[in-house]
Nanobody, 124 residues
């Protein structure tokens, strides 16, 4: 069993920055990701990280603005968000990739454990 707890969300003005954290306990996952869901929209992939270092991948709309990273000693996943836009407003979720799932998947079907989410609101 895996437990994921997100934190770090809040209200920020457009152009600002936030860093989200996701504290994990239980099974160590080789790959993890961040997703978001805006009001009345489908949940969408934001960023993923494979392995215990460096292989990161992003959805096009956040490339060059968001950075995913992990601290294995602290069992914590991060999402550094800069140059935030109103369209980044959403509930952000971290998730662990299902063992044996597609490499660098952006599908939420390939992720099995989820946190409760943290709200990010970007004002214009």
């Amino acid at each position: 069993q895996v437990r994921l707890v997100e934190s770090g969300g809040g209200l920020v003005q457009a152009g600002g920055s936030l860093r989200l954290s996701c504290a994990a306990s239980g099974r160590t996952s080789y790959a993890m990701g961040w997703f978001r869901q805006a009001l009345e929209k489908e949940r969408e992939f934001v960023a993923g990280i494979i392995g215990f270092g460096s292989n990161a991948y992003y959805t096009d709309s956040v490339k060059d603005r968001f950075t995913i990273s992990r601290d294995n000693a602290k069992s914590t996943l991060y999402l550094q968000m800069t140059s935030l836009k109103p369209e980044d407003t959403a509930v952000y979720y971290c998730a662990t990739a299902r063992p044996g799932s597609t490499w660098a998947s952006k599908s939420d079907a390939d992720f099995d454990f989820w946190g409760q989410g943290t709200q990010v609101t970007v004002s214009s």
